[in-house]
């Protein structure tokens, strides 16, 4: 088992572009969770999917956000365009079963740097 | 709403000695409760949770925590401290009748002195 697989590990752009970041969850998982982690604010949920349609997306800050999941393997979260106040770590995570009680499998994160 | 509040930021040991992480919580119906623990540069890891049942949990390296529903807590403990078990700690709470979001805490960072 591999985990969840994210990347870029680290993102560094300007502000103004755009930005996407990706996510593998684990096989077999069918809800799938964005986060974003600040000192600020600490844990976010952006989004959340499951069986690939976006449930609740209430979390996302702005239109320039928007995440997609066009198949179990693969999610991605698109920033367009950055803003530095987007600067953050941002997690995806997955679990499979039922998501009442079945704990979250974390990435090891995208660090997003907009200068 | 749900919420979860952790009342330390930081918390500091020497080896050896034990290990308490406090958490306190609030939601309308039956809580499931959840510790992460987090490493620098590294995604959140799952460390025990509680569904229902016995109210002392025993989860990953050596770490349990117990549910106290009177005083609405889900502290963690670790009997004996290693220098390792210095990380970034999370208290999360989902409330059963709330569906599927999970409420974090602002995490508690805990030091392990040798």
């Known amino acids: 088992d591999a985990g969840v697989i994210q990347s870029p590990r680290h993102e560094v752009t300007e502000m103004g572009q755009e930005v996407t970041l990706r996510c593998k969850p684990i096989s077999g998982h069918n809800s799938l969770f964005w986060y974003r982690q600040t000192m600020m604010r600490g844990l976010e949920l952006l989004i959340y999917?499951?069986?690939?349609?976006?449930?609740?997306d209430s979390g996302m800050p702005e239109d320039r956000f928007s995440a997609k999941m066009p198949n179990a393997s693969f999610s991605t979260l698109k920033i367009q365009p950055s803003e530095p106040r987007d600067s953050a770590v941002y997690f995806c995570?997955?679990?499979?079963?039922?998501?009442?009680?079945?704990?979250?499998?974390f990435g090891n994160g995208t660090r997003l740097t907009v200068t | 709403a749900q919420s979860v509040a952790q009342p330390e930021d930081q918390v500091n040991v020497a080896e050896g000695n034990p290990l308490t992480v406090k958490c306190t919580y609030s939601v309308s119906g039956n809580p499931y409760l959840f510790w992460y623990v987090q490493y620098p540069n590294r995604g959140l890891q799952f460390l025990l949770k509680y569904i229902t049942g016995d109210n002392l949990v025993k989860g990953s390296y050596g770490f349990e925590a117990e549910f106290n529903k009177s005083q609405t807590s889900f502290h963690l403990k670790k009997p004996s401290a290693l220098v390792s078990d210095s990380a970034l700690y999370f208290c999360?709470?989902?409330?059963?009748?709330?569906?599927?979001?999970?409420?974090f805490g602002a995490g508690t960072t805990v030091t392990v002195r040798a």
């Open positions: 999360a709470v989902r409330d059963i009748s709330n569906d599927y979001k999970l409420s």
């Open positions: 999917f499951n069986n690939n349609v976006p449930i609740d």
């Open positions: 995570a997955s679990t499979g079963g039922s998501v009442y009680n079945s704990p979250l499998h």
